[in-house]
């Protein structure tokens, strides 16, 4: 309580030094769109805006614009501007370029301006000087809206402005994988906020603000379910509640869209096929499609995962995907709908004896083959890798192994692989590396960005589609950092040609506020967790060694070997790699053009970022740094770990400078993330101390002298436990109290005198809440209850997580006990407990 009260009194004077906006508490639901008020130097150069709003035309994209605009200038310096519909004096002025022109006729207006694309001018119109924001269409004029808004949030100079933007591909859409009884696949952060109980939701408020969010990055579409899809979406009494989404997503030129299962016309059409060129089926789709944009007129399209993960799919009537695609694609071509024909189609049961079986080849096996077979209106969606999301993957084959088809790349928002919304990882970064990562078709520049653009092979539509799945909790996205991801991929999907670096500064401007440390610090922490999240998981291309079969958050080395799955890295105690040279692997270097299959075919070519993707080598190889691949194994999860450990530093020095709660909120989940680092560092190094018999040339790995294992202390009531996989715990033993309602484990402290910080490691399931508390002779010194929300209901490398104690003084002969508390399945787990010397 004291130190809350010092900590307010020095917030206060901090305060003082740096400007006067208040830390007021905020949710995060607003995110970049905060239009918090100005500094005063800042809002001094917005002090020429015009003072009225004028919007030329009447409907309902332009209201939103129009609202947009006032709800910004007044947020950001306090004015509220006046509205008309016709320039009487100096205005923002908003309308398309057909009611410009018919303002101003005498101003020449951009020729090659299309679609989506704005114009920010000033102008006179009516012999006014104006500020106008234009484009073909309505949908553009809000894009500029937005785009001017940011422009003011940031403190750009807005004087003189005389800016085209244009997209880079047509189509910008998310993806949810939202449930129909309200659940979302790999969602982090709450329920659906579009379904509930198995119908869409009675208030859809959060869905429309979603959707404002969507519009201000330029996301034009959003498909709402699951791509494995629930038929019951497309039912004829289901027609009308998708009608409410549209609804509240049309004011802000979003297009709703649904994942459809391919059985549909069966399953709820009641025919006995779904056979996609049985007449009867075609009709089906035909009709239903017809229903649907009676209702919707502006529906956006259908999304299918077919031939996948059990999906049902054209092979079982030994169709293609281009006749599946085909038939779905005319049914919506009349009313200007798309199709997504998603490209990760794949056979899970593969036999991992044989060494030339590679899921990496399949989506290029199935589709390039059928390159010209799909009509216009289809896009074939294709994820950035070959396998799934991982932390690091090479870029797919198949973005340039169709040169007559449509296609798009998928790329995840929501952080499945990638820490799950509980890690810090800016994945920018990683997509900056595949949109400009050049394939060099047919020997040419052809960077990964211009073709889903559709630019290299003048494609009617190109794609950049991402999964987000927002959900339900005020953020968003769960963890407040997170929401960097959601505003990269659409500024990224606007302008491929961004860098991280610019996304980075502009969205921690925009989220924090123009304070420069902030921005500084935030924008460095971001661009550095990528590389770090892939530094303490998987090394140089192995794919993330993360439990693939089961929740895909914490370490789990084996999950992947031994099963059909796939996604096999081969390490046993010689090397580690999959062999996928055309000579003696897999021969999925050879579905690159050549210039790119010659780099990864050779293994003194392959970048050392991705050997182990390509190639199987002993663990002695040397990389080209010169260093073996065990030390680098060793080296490069340390180092992650340290750097984990440096983001809880950077955030600290940002105290009294970002709102209180966010500050606390972040610093929660970046010790936490510091803490599972260290289990992600030990699980790999361990497992491949003892499985490569190659010891750590620093000495580190295995040797842990701050630590005392729970098994090897004095244990009342406690039993000692095995987990599994054994790397997943320190010494692959844990303790657990399972037959009392109260244990305890202690030792004596034997080292010198003075202050530590005592780390305890411990493990915390979803399927009960154990109480600690901790004792140093009688002194209690800290209790916890054990309640976080992990994805694990055993002891393990998911569940397993720690609780510091700072400032603890300690003396030789003091007895430190732990009591665990278990309750329901959960035994008050614990693993070890680390003490070091406090620095200070
Ligand atoms: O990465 C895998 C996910 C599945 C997902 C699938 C897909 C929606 O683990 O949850 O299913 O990819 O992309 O279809």
């Not at 003075?754 to 399927?767: C, L, T």
Request: proline letters at 5%; aromatic letters at 10%.
């Amino acid at each position: 309580m004291l130190r809350r009260l010092h900590i307010g009194i020095l917030g206060v004077l901090l305060l003082g030094g740096w400007g006067l906006e208040p830390l007021h508490a905020d949710t995060g639901q607003d995110a970049w769109l905060r239009y918090a008020s100005l500094e005063a130097a800042a809002r001094a150069q917005y002090e020429s805006l015009p003072a009225n709003l004028v919007v030329l035309e009447d409907s309902p994209l332009l209201n939103s614009a129009q609202g947009e605009m006032i709800r910004g200038v007044k947020g950001m310096t306090g004015k509220t501007l006046l509205a008309g519909k016709s320039v009487q004096e100096r205005a923002i002025v908003l309308g398309t370029l057909a009611a410009i022109h018919a303002a101003a006729p005498g101003l020449a207006l951009p020729s090659a301006l299309e679609a989506d694309g704005f114009w920010l001018v000033t102008a006179q119109v009516r012999g006014f000087d104006c500020l106008i924001v234009t484009s073909p269409r309505e949908r553009g004029v809000l894009y500029g809206v937005f785009a001017l808004l940011s422009k003011v949030a940031r403190g750009d100079n807005v004087a003189g402005l005389n800016e085209v933007r244009q997209p880079s591909a047509a189509l910008r859409w998310v993806d949810q994988w939202d449930n129909l009884n309200g659940s979302i696949e790999r969602g982090y952060a709450g329920p659906s906020i579009f379904f509930e109980k198995g119908s869409v939701r009675a208030d859809l408020t959060r869905a429309g603000e979603y959707a404002r969010l969507l519009a201000s990055i330029g996301i034009n579409g959003c498909t709402i379910n699951n791509v494995n899809a629930d038929p019951r979406i497309l039912d004829d009494g289901f027609l009308p509640q998708l009608a409410r989404v549209a609804d509240v997503f049309r004011v802000w030129g979003v297009q709703l869209a649904v994942s459809v299962d391919l059985s549909s016309p069966k399953v709820l059409g009641n025919l006995d096929s779904f056979d996609p060129l049985d007449p009867r089926v075609i009709e089906w789709w035909r009709t239903k499609v017809e229903k649907i944009y009676r209702q919707i007129p502006d529906f956006g399209g259908f999304v299918v995962k077919a031939d996948s993960e059990g999906r049902s799919g054209p092979s079982s009537y030994g169709r293609t995907p281009a006749d599946a695609a085909n038939v779905i694609a005319r049914a919506l071509k009349p009313h200007g709908g798309v199709l997504f024909y998603r490209a990760f189609v794949y056979d899970h049961h593969l036999d991992w004896r044989n060494l030339k079986n590679d899921r990496a080849r399949a989506a290029y096996d199935i589709f390039h083959p059928l390159d010209g077979k799909f009509d216009d209106n289809v896009i074939i969606q294709i994820k950035y890798g070959p396998i799934d999301f991982q932390a690091r993957e090479p870029v797919s084959p198949l973005l340039g192994g169709l040169e007559k088809t449509n296609e798009g790349v998928e790329l995840q928002i929501t952080q499945e692989y990638t820490g799950q919304q509980r890690h810090l990882c800016f994945l920018p970064t990683m997509w900056n590396g595949i949109l400009d990562f050049d394939l060099r078709v047919n020997g040419h520049t052809t960077p990964v960005k211009d073709l889903v653009a559709g630019k290299v092979f003048h494609r009617p539509s190109g794609a950049l589609v991402g999964v987000a799945n927002v959900g339900m909790d005020a953020n968003w996205l769960g963890h407040p950092l997170a929401m960097a991801n959601l505003y990269g991929f659409g500024r990224l999907a606007w302008n491929p040609n961004l860098s991280s670096e610019m996304i980075a500064e502009e969205w921690t401007g925009l989220t924090f506020g123009t304070d420069r440390v902030v921005v500084k610090t935030v924008t460095a922490m971001l661009l550095a967790s990528w590389r770090t999240y892939e530094n303490y998981t998987g090394p140089l291309g192995a794919q993330t060694l993360t439990d693939i079969t089961g929740s895909h958050y914490g370490p789990g080395i084996e999950s992947s070997e031994r099963n059909g799955w796939g996604q096999w890295h081969r390490a046993d105690h010689e090397g580690i790699g999959m062999d996928r040279t055309v000579a003696t692997g897999t021969s999925f270097a050879g579905q690159y053009p050549p210039a790119i299959r010659d780099l990864y075919d050779s293994i003194q070519t392959t970048p050392d970022e991705l050997l182990l993707f390509f190639q199987h080598v002993p663990y002695t190889f040397r990389l080209h740094s010169g260093k073996t691949v065990i030390q680098y194994i060793y080296d490069s999860h340390y180092e992650g770990a340290e750097q984990a450990a440096d983001f809880v530093r950077q955030w600290k020095s940002l105290e009294h400078r970002v709102p209180d709660e966010l500050y606390a909120d972040v610093l929660v989940r970046l010790e936490y993330q510091a803490g599972h680092a260290i289990v992600w560092r030990d699980a790999i190094c361990n497992w491949f101390l003892r499985t490569s018999g190659i010891p750590d040339a620093k000495g580190r790995v295995g040797n842990h002298p701050d630590r005392i294992e729970a098994e090897e202390m004095h244990l009342k009531g406690y039993s000692v436990m095995d987990v599994t996989p054994w790397e997943n715990a320190s010494g692959g033993k844990g303790i657990e109290c399972v037959k009392t309602s109260a244990c305890t484990a202690s030792f004596r402290f034997e080292r010198a005198a003075g202050i530590y910080e005592m780390n305890v490691q411990y493990f915390d399931q979803n399927n009960g809440e154990s109480k600690f508390r901790i004792f140093v002779g009688d002194r209690h010194v800290d209790e916890w209850i054990a309640n976080d929300h992990f994805p694990a209901t055993r002891p393990g490398g998911d569940s397993s997580t720690r609780r510091r104690i700072s400032g603890l003084a300690l003396r030789p002969g003091d007895e430190i006990r732990i009591e665990g508390i278990p309750d329901g399945a959960e035994h008050a787990p614990l693993d070890y407990v680390e003490l070091r010397a406090s620095t200070k």
